[in-house]
């Protein structure tokens, strides 16, 4: 089984994590990260997508957050 849980101290690590991760993922396949602002899961993703992107391309991120006000209505924030 591929999945682990691991603490990264630096964004290089956090990236490498990323990387390693991408081994095990299926074509097609969906990440879901959850956790609080700041946590890295954006730098987890980024080396997701340069495991499987050419590297000298731009990764686009996509962050999406529940609006506060409206969280029970399943309305979300998106900026791509």
């Not at 849980?5 to 993922?25: M, N, P, Q, Y």
């Not at 962050?63 to 979300?76: F, G, H, I, L």
């Amino acid at each position: 089984m591929c999945v682990k849980a691991s603490r990264t101290h630096s964004v290089e690590e956090t990236i490498k994590a990323g990387e390693d991760f991408a081994k095990c993922l299926k074509p097609n396949g969906i990440v879901l990260l959850y956790g609080e602002m700041g946590v890295g899961k954006t730098h987890f993703v980024k080396g997701i997508a340069r495991a499987f992107l050419n590297r000298n391309k731009p990764v686009s991120a996509i962050n999406c957050t529940p609006q506060p006000k409206v969280a029970e209505n399943s309305n979300w924030n998106c900026s791509i």
